[in-house]
């Protein structure tokens, strides 16, 4: 398993989508990706996606303005 | 300055005129490496593409767009290495020396990531001659479905997959054949257009102009048998004919450096472009890693405020420029109507109502676009982009 660490802080919309979307293509299910941001649609953009392509929302939080979401690849074919 | 393109040359004509009087006094020399021997004005791609514009409409020989006072090496880099210093460039393999150095290089279309896209797209982003072949198979479209769309990123331009799904319902329209031809945009975002003040402005005219959308949609292969894509996730869509945005990858001797990420892309501080580490080393435009659009605009905003920032180290005069992550891209969405994406680093995208008079603004910059990269109407671009033109530094270092 391998884990992804995304770091988007100080990018908006639509940077933090962009940089999930890339590490998704790279990542196997199985793989974890932690993605960082300060956007704070990071949030609801990262639920949608991931009900959207069904790879599981693992966690979503923030702390002192940042925000960390933790998915777990599981959709793909 | 290596890439002779939208950034580099606006960037070495910048240099040019502030160093004027060094370049006279042979205190300093400005060198451009451009592998090509002509330049493309990019956005007429989606002209040639779904208007039928003559490819050679958009051409113009490298050498008439250069700034005097700066000497043109045609050559391709094969290398850049910081810690030297040195250039190598591919041909005899020379090399050359520098004080500072700008890369400009663009990005271009990578089909090595998704296998059955090359044997099956015609693209707007290779070049001219490519893109003439999309207006060719359009003329000969009777029925069908047409899939346009985005297959994977980063891309530059960000709207012009929308444009193009805009652009091909204006052409079936016209030409009478709209309700034989079905069209469907992809895209692996949550939404039409990923920011969500334009994809309000934008989706109602897909609902509109009967454009269907498959959002969420990750291009993972083409099969040009079954003629189907598949996504990641093994979700199907049928073509007849496809037009998709291919991802983009940055010139090939950037990737395995240890100024880039593992993909190329080349790592820069956002405010001033310069590479991590190396105050010397500066890249802009497509080529780096910064959080905004890969667009012309950004090219020329951040070649402003880093050859302002060289001159200044050189002279000692003036203040030092930071630039404001300002974009600005035009959207056609069809029948001479234009939106515009408009945003900086702090401002989140405008919501801006598509009009004639975007359209015609968009005109007004394919006019001015070549004398553009001489720096003849930076009064202009001063003006239009007021305070986000570039923001001054607050210590003078
Ligand atoms: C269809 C389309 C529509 C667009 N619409 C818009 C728009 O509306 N607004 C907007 O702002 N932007 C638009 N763009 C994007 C814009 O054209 C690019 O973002 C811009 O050209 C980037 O400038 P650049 O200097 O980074 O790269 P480029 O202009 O691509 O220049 C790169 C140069 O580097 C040279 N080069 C590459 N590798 C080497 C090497 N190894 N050695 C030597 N030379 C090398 C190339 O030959 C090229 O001349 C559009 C692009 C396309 C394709």
Known sequence: ???????????????????????Y??????????????????????????GATRNMLVDAKEKDGEYEVTIKVTAKK | MIGGGA???????????????EIKQEKVSITLFER?????FQPGYLEVAFRGTEPQKLRRPTEKLVSPGVKVVHAKCASLDLDNHQIVTEKNQEKYDFD???????????????????????????????????????????????VVGIAGLPYKCPPSPNEAAFMVDEYLRRHGIRKNVDITFVTPYTRIYTAEPINQVIAPLYSERDIESRTVFNTDSVDPVKKEISSLEGDTVKYDYLFLTPPHKPASFLKGTNYSDEDGWVKVDKLDMHITDHDFAFAIGDTNNIPTSKAGVEAHLEGIVVANNIAMNITGRGTKHLFTGRTQCSMETGFHDATFVVGTY???????KPSKI????????????????HGHY?????????QDYFSESPAKD
């Open chain 2, 36 to 40: 090509a021997e002509t330049q493309e």
């Open chain 2, 7 to 21: 950034g580099g040359l606006i960037t070495s004509s910048k240099l040019s005129a502030e160093l004027s009087e």
């Open chain 1, 25 to 50: 293509r790279k990542a196997a299910n199985g793989d974890m990706i932690i993605l960082l941001a300060t956007d704070p649609g990071v949030i609801p953009d990262a639920k949608s996606w991931c």
């Open chain 1, 1 to 23: 398993m391998t884990t992804y660490n995304i770091d988007s802080r100080g990018t908006a919309c639509p940077g933090p989508i962009t940089d999930l979307i890339r590490s």
């Open chain 2, 346 to 352: 702090d401002r989140p995208v405008e919501k801006i």
């Open chain 2, 378 to 386: 930076e009064w202009l671009f001063k003006y239009h982009f007021k």
């Open chain 2, 358 to 373: 975007n359209y015609a603004e968009k005109k007004v910059m394919e006019h001015i676009y070549w004398g553009s990269l």
């Open chain 2, 100 to 146: 500072y150095v700008v890369v400009s290089t663009g990005c271009s279309p990578d089909y090595s990531q998704t296998p059955g896209l090359r044997e099956e797209n015609m693209d707007f982003y290779t070049d001219a001659d490519v893109s003439s072949r999309i207006y060719k198979t359009l003329q000969g479209i009777k029925s069908g479905r047409v």
